[in-house]
C-alpha cells in the first residue's frame, strides 16, 4: 500500500502496557492454580507451567511491539478503507467503502492518557479497527469515511 498512513509512535506505550496487564491477568490465574493443590492436593506444577507459559508470552509480546509497529498502517480510498499489519504473517483488510454502515471513536482509560483513539469501522457482519490516532485525525478520518459512504449510497439509488 503505497500511502498508507502510519500509526502514531504512542501506540507502542499501549502495546506495551497490555503485555503487562497480559502478565498481571496471567499471573493471578497462575496463582489461583495454587488453590486445587492447596486443597485437593493437585499437582504443583500445574501453577508452575501457568506462571512459565504467561512470562513466555509476555515476553513475546513486548519482543513483537517494534515489529507490530513497523507494519501496522491504514489508508482511505474512494472505494475502500485499507488496513494492513504483519510482514511474516501479512494481514490486509479492505473495507469496501459502500458496506460501512458506522464510524465510531472510542477512547479507554489508557489511549486517553496517550491522547489517542480508536476509529471503529463497522459493517453489517463486523467491526474492525484502526487503533491509536491522534483525535483531530479520528475525528477527520470518520467524517471522510462517513461522507464517502454516504456519497456511495445516494450513488447507488
Not at 482511505?76 to 501479512?90: H, P, Q, Y
Not at 471503529?120 to 483531530?136: Q, R
Not at 459512504?149 to 439509488?157: C, N
Amino acid at each position: 500500500m503505497n500511502d498508507t498512513q502510519k500509526l502514531p509512535t504512542r501506540i507502542k506505550t499501549i502495546w506495551r502496557l497490555s503485555a503487562v496487564g497480559s502478565l498481571v491477568f496471567g499471573l493471578i490465574l497462575s496463582a489461583l492454580l495454587t488453590l486445587p493443590h492447596l486443597f485437593w492436593h493437585w499437582p504443583l506444577w500445574l501453577a508452575l507451567v501457568g506462571v512459565g507459559l504467561t512470562i513466555v508470552w509476555v515476553i513475546v509480546e513486548l519482543i513483537l511491539v517494534p515489529y507490530r509497529y513497523a507494519f501496522s498502517g491504514y489508508r482511505i480510498t474512494d472505494t475502500a478503507v485499507e488496513m494492513s499489519s504483519g510482514f511474516l504473517f501479512k494481514e490486509r483488510i479492505a473495507i469496501p467503502i459502500a458496506r460501512i454502515q458506522n464510524v465510531t471513536l472510542e477512547a479507554g482509560p489508557l489511549m486517553q492518557w496517550q491522547k489517542l483513539e480508536q476509529v471503529v469501522i463497522a459493517t453489517a457482519a463486523t467491526e474492525h479497527d484502526i487503533e491509536g490516532v491522534e483525535p483531530e485525525v479520528a475525528v477527520q478520518l470518520r467524517e471522510r469515511i462517513m461522507r464517502r459512504a454516504i456519497e456511495v449510497q445516494d450513488e447507488e439509488f
